[in-house]
């Protein structure tokens, strides 16, 4: 019933940007919180950036300064500007979504309800 469609991943150059986007469809309840992860291969998935409904925002230590998560709510779209980007940026970036805003305490992937697919984000030095 939920669906969340991330694009705008890519490959880049070190120092680049790149602006994903989630496009969120059949959801009637309000987004309580919404988030970016992202997982390299081998490695866990790591919360990313988080917003909630009322717009404020979180960031990991590792991309503070760098990364910018933004919502449209008239457009029901998710987005990340990553700027400076870096090679450990690199890995799948996933959209989630969910209805508690108790969800954007913490960025953890157990507190998301709803998830995209992925959009692969390669960043080369």
């Known amino acids: 019933q939920v669906q969340l469609v991330e694009s705008g991943g890519g490959s880049v150059q070190a120092g680049g940007s790149l602006r994903l986007s989630c496009v969120a469809s059949?959801?009637?309840?309000?987004?309580?919180?919404m988030g970016w992860f992202r997982q390299a291969p081998g490695k866990e998935r790591e919360g990313v950036a988080i917003?909630?409904?009322?717009?404020?925002?979180n960031y990991a230590d590792s991309v503070t300064g760098r990364f910018i998560i933004s919502q449209d709510n008239a457009r029901n779209t998710l987005y990340l500007q990553m700027n400076s980007l870096k090679p450990e940026d690199s890995g799948m970036y996933y959209c989630?979504?969910?209805?508690?805003?108790?969800?954007?305490?913490?960025?953890?992937?157990?507190?998301?309800?709803?998830w995209g697919r992925g959009t692969q984000v390669t960043v080369s030095s």
């Open positions: 989630a979504a969910e209805v508690w805003t108790t969800a954007c305490r913490r960025a953890s992937p157990t507190s998301f309800r709803y």
């Open positions: 059949g959801y009637t309840n309000s987004r309580g919180c």
């Open positions: 917003i909630d409904r009322y717009g404020s925002t």
